[in-house]
């Protein structure tokens, strides 16, 4: 906690007082153009990944960037209320779903029912993306794929999962249809740095380019 402390004390003698107008802006509204999905593991920056600033992305975050399906948690699903606020009330443009490398979560939909003792929670929750799990065992069973691959695969599996269960809800399935909405899938490889977009029409995760001014 002490480093926090004075990371705190730093923020507000350095960098708050070079933005303070800046930040008196950023008081009075937030017009953020994206909602950005990803996971709860603390090595995962949204910010950083993507040198945003405040204000710029509206972040959700979770274990294993989950987006329950519309009615599949009818009493206080936080998710669904922030893609309310999101897209209803901010208006944001774009949703990105941003899975990762190394997900623990995803790690976590193979273990047995014995590993989740004393954690109901994560239990019932990893239920959600057991469709993930499905489509691993079907298609990449272990007697024929390295754990390592099955791993990549079922967190690059996970992000369109959550893309498809992101249009079970009516106001984004309107969005699209109108034009004002569009959903991206990305992948981060911590260890290299790369992030990686789905490409519908090659069907795979493309290497994000940098492009030519």
């Not at 350095?14 to 709860?40: G, H, M, N, Y």
């Not at 593991?41 to 329950?68: A, C, K, M, Y």
């Not at 893309?163 to 991206?184: D, K, M, R, W």
Request: a negative charge; aromatic letters at 10%; proline letters at 4%.
């Amino acid at each position: 906690m002490e480093k926090l402390y004075k990371g705190i004390h730093t923020f507000q003698n350095s960098f708050f007082k070079k933005e303070e107008d800046f930040f008196r802006r950023l008081s009075e509204r937030q017009t953020p153009e994206v909602l950005f999905i990803t996971c709860a593991d603390s090595r995962v920056d949204p910010n950083l990944v993507t040198q945003s600033r405040p204000g710029e992305l509206f972040i959700v975050r979770n274990v294993g960037n989950i987006v329950p399906p519309h009615n599949a948690i009818n009493d206080k699903n936080s998710v669904a209320a922030a893609m309310e606020f999101a897209v209803m009330g901010l208006k944001v443009t774009d949703i990105i779903v941003c899975g990762h490398s190394n997900c623990g979560a995803m790690q976590a939909l193979f273990m047995e029912e014995k590993e989740f003792e004393g954690m109901h929670h994560l239990k019932e929750w990893m239920k959600l993306a057991s469709p993930v799990r499905h489509i691993v065992n079907r298609f990449y069973p272990a007697t024929h794929a390295s754990e390592e691959f099955r791993r990549r695969i079922a967190e690059e599996e996970n992000i369109l999962v959550q893309l498809s269960n992101i249009q079970t809800y009516p106001f984004v399935l309107q969005a699209l249809e109108e034009g004002t909405l569009h959903l991206h899938g990305w992948y981060y490889d911590i260890r290299t740095g790369d992030i990686f977009s789905f490409n519908p029409s090659t069907d795979k995760f493309e290497k994000i380019q940098r492009r030519s001014l």
